[in-house]
């Protein structure tokens, strides 16, 4: 009988000792949060770099004591920038690694892909994409953009990027229009919104043309553009389409100046148009002429941290230049992480935390996030910027 005793309570000790032990792994347990971008594929020059922002801001978060001592686990994935993959990574985020939240893709369209399953799942998701439709609602002419309450977004929108290049221009006194832009999703939509505001803020647009995003000659739309005479000429395209549209404009001598979308900042543009991008205008993050800004701009210690980081500690200068995409992975995880700090990781109530976002002063902007504008940027947090000598300055 007392060799039973006792051997109870060793088994009562063992199993209590036990259960502390689980407890003290369960809550040292990572905060698991989906990442997926664009790894491969031709978008991989922005989705690859992407990946490495946030894991950089994620180092520096954990380092930092995590959330709420927790620390972050990013679960990648690479969408190759094709929906179907894209949707393929996200379910697994979900039925398998479990995570929290997502952040990304890269692509406009691999975002819309994704959407009914981010709504479906509710999963809150920051995505990277630099399109407004991931976070439209409802149906807007002929297009039905469903439910964005779980979606947000940390780049400007389009509709932001083209009120900082209709007002500059307008400034400039230049409102007799010409628009090339790509067919994809993100065309499209810098295209609705020229459309839209263009006449609103007294614009005319002349003449409208598109192209196959992986074309490699835009010569025959723009001598259509040009034969229209338009005071400038707007493109909307991301990757390699825009650096062949500055130089055809350059080669067919045409004088009215080539203003692209806020994709396109970055080393990379200036090396594919080489000579052609002289002159050539386009509305950026503060990232790209950090060192122009006051020093009374919140915005300027910030990024001075980002790119200390980036090109000193990281080194992925070495590989990736800084260009205008390359905050936004650390303001989608910074949101995240400060949502996380005053909500926990229950999914609906870090949802309204990130909705309800004030005051974050991020490297893409400062951001104020409301239930009707789950971006939170608006023109201020542009600038514009030219091309002067192979390097982006503030334009005049």
Not at 21 to 48: H, N, T, W
Not at 62 to 82: R, S
Not at 155 to 173: D, M, T
Not at 336 to 347: F, I, R, S, V
Request: hydrophobic share 45%; proline share 5%; net charge positive.
């Amino acid at each position: 009988m007392r060799t039973g005793r006792k051997l109870a309570a060793v088994l009562t000790i063992a199993l209590f000792l036990g259960g502390i032990g689980a407890q003290g792994v369960q809550a040292e347990e990572p905060i698991k949060i989906g990442a997926f971008f664009a790894l491969s594929g031709p978008a991989a020059f922005i989705g690859a770099p992407t990946q490495m922002v946030a894991e950089m801001v994620t180092q520096k978060i954990n380092k930092e004591g995590g959330v709420k001592g927790k620390k972050i686990e990013l679960v990648t994935a690479d969408t190759e920038g094709e929906p179907t993959k894209a949707v393929m990574a996200f379910k697994k985020f979900v039925s398998v690694d479990k995570v929290v939240a997502v952040v990304g893709p890269t692509r406009t369209g691999t975002g819309m892909a994704v959407k009914k399953q981010v709504d479906q799942s509710k999963i809150p998701t920051v995505m990277t994409v630099g399109g407004d439709p991931v976070i439209m609602e409802g149906k807007i002419g002929k297009m039905n953009f469903g439910s964005a309450k779980w979606v947000f977004k940390a780049p400007q929108r389009s509709s932001v990027a083209v009120a900082k290049v209709l007002g500059y221009l307008k400034a400039k006194g230049l409102t007799k229009l010409g628009l090339i832009t790509a067919s994809d999703g993100f065309g499209r939509d810098g295209a609705r919104w020229v459309a839209k505001m263009g006449p609103e803020m007294g614009f005319e647009i002349v003449a409208k043309e598109q192209f196959n995003p992986r074309d490699v000659d835009m010569k025959s739309q723009l001598t259509k553009i040009a034969g229209l005479k338009p005071q400038a000429i707007v493109c909307w395209t991301i990757g390699p389409a825009g650096a062949i549209v500055s130089k055809n404009h350059h080669a067919l001598g045409l004088k009215m100046p080539l203003v692209q979308c806020h994709g396109l900042p970055g080393p990379k543009y200036i090396k594919l148009a080489g000579a052609a991008a002289e002159g050539d205008l386009m509305p950026s993050t503060k990232l790209m002429v950090w060192q122009e800004l006051k020093d009374t701009d919140p915005q300027k210690k910030v990024i001075k941290e980002f790119v200390h980081l980036y090109n000193d500690v990281y080194h992925y200068n070495k590989k990736y230049p800084i260009n205008t995409h390359s905050g936004y992975a650390w303001d989608a995880i910074m949101i995240l992480a400060l949502a996380m700090e005053k909500a926990g990781t229950d999914k609906a109530a870090l949802r309204d935390a990130i909705e309800s976002t004030k005051n974050y002063v991020g490297i893409s902007g400062i951001y104020n996030i409301t239930p009707k504008d789950h971006n939170g940027l608006g023109v201020d947090s542009m600038v514009m910027v030219q091309v002067k000598d192979g390097k982006f300055v503030m334009a005049k």
